[in-house]
């Protein structure tokens, strides 16, 4: 299956900014639309972001919107979130995956496979 690994993950101070990458390996993401979703401690999975393959659909959910930015770097083979005026409460695990790009897809937080994801706190 597709293998992806997501970092950039860490501690920020509210307000900060922090940006999360979603690398293939050794699959070109070009083909792929492909998701954020994140878990926060003791809730339950939800979408955050995602990207079509083609870079012509780009959907976020409420809480992001205005704060992420979405990108598709062709040349790295990386999906990027670049995350902004951060807020404790986007404190949580962080995870990419290969789903539909819809706003159904990151509502339903069908995110697909577990994976280990990326940590990002958010804490003052």
């Known amino acids: 299956q597709l293998q992806l690994v997501e970092s950039g993950g860490g501690l920020v101070q509210p307000g900060g900014s922090l940006r999360l990458s979603c690398a293939a390996s050794g699959f070109d993401l070009d083909y792929y639309d492909i998701g954020w979703f994140r878990q926060a401690p003791g809730k339950e999975h939800e979408g955050v972001s995602c990207i079509s393959s083609s870079g012509g659909s780009i959907l976020y959910v409420d809480s992001v919107k205005g704060r992420f930015t979405i990108a598709r770097d062709s040349a790295n083979n990386t999906v990027y979130l670049q995350m902004s005026f951060l807020r404790p409460e986007d404190t949580a695990i962080y995870y990419c995956?290969?789903?539909?790009?819809?706003?159904?897809?990151?509502?339903?937080?069908?995110?697909?496979?577990w994976g280990l994801g990326t940590q990002v706190t958010v804490s003052s």
């Open positions: 995956s290969a789903r539909p790009c819809t706003m159904t897809t990151l509502l339903k937080a069908d995110f697909g496979a």
